[in-house]
């Protein structure tokens, strides 16, 4: 059974950068030709879908989210089956629930626990 | 981008009755909606995909329909592990976009 399980700070100072990992078992990132989602939930509201990557070196992050424009980045280490999401100078917008799941082409099919940041001072 | 409209935003029934949430899209979908639901302080778990199909482990009570622009989940008869909060999604398009969620209350 594939699990994704988040790794991260939960709490970031205002301006700095986040940085979250999703490790993947059960399953090769590599294998099976699939996306690699992040996806989040700010409290009390809905789900957002911030970006995926396939294949290493092909990402697409979500232009709607107009609050993250310019500020993510997502990367994969496959041999070590992790994948990344960055955000840099976050703010208390950026206070959220982060989920990785498998897809973002296809369906999200899995998803990690989520990891809970608090962006404040 | 694709706006997902669900209705209602609240649901109010109890154990063993009919339950059915819609969700409208701004565009044509196709058949590439799929149906989430996510109790509290857990992550969302797909129940339906590209329309209709349950995904693994899902009971037969839970059904979707729909196509284009109109899709409905409907669970038969709700048992108390149903109570939570639905969302429908899309990956017709870019970018992937949720509807605002449904909240079935008992």
């Known amino acids: 059974q594939l699990r994704l399980l988040e790794s991260g700070p939960g709490l970031v100072k205002p301006s700095q950068t986040l940085s979250l990992t999703c490790a993947v078992s059960?399953?090769?990132?590599?294998?099976?030709?699939?996306?690699w989602s992040w996806i989040r939930q700010p409290p009390g509201k809905g789900l957002e879908w911030i970006g995926y990557?396939?294949?290493?070196?092909?990402?697409?992050?979500?232009p709607s989210l107009a609050s993250l424009r310019g500020r993510v980045a997502l990367s994969v280490d496959t041999f070590r089956n992790y994948f990344f999401l960055e955000v840099t100078s976050v703010t208390a917008a950026d206070t959220a629930v982060y989920y990785c799941?498998?897809?973002?082409?296809?369906?999200?099919?899995?998803w990690g626990q989520g990891i809970s940041v608090i962006v404040s001072s | 981008e694709i706006v997902l409209t669900q209705s209602p935003a609240t649901l109010s029934l109890s154990p063993g009755q009919r339950a059915t949430v819609s969700c409208r899209a701004s565009?044509?979908?196709?058949?590439?909606l799929a149906w989430y639901q996510q109790k509290t302080g857990q992550a969302p778990r797909l129940l339906i995909y590209?329309?209709?199909n349950r995904a693994t482990g899902i009971p037969a009570r839970f059904s979707g329909s729909g196509s284009g622009t109109n899709f409905t989940l409907t669970i038969s008869s709700l048992e108390p592990e149903d109570f939570a909060v639905y969302y429908c999604?899309?990956?017709?398009?870019?970018?992937?976009?949720f509807g605002q969620g449904t909240k079935l209350e008992i």
């Open positions: 799941a498998r897809g973002g082409v296809g369906n999200l099919d899995f």
């Open positions: 059960g399953g090769y990132i590599r294998k099976g030709g699939h996306s």
């Open positions: 990557i396939y294949q290493s070196d092909k990402s697409y992050t979500n």
């Open positions: 565009q044509n979908v196709g058949s590439f």
């Open positions: 590209e329309t209709s």
């Open positions: 999604h899309q990956r017709a398009n870019w970018p992937r976009t």
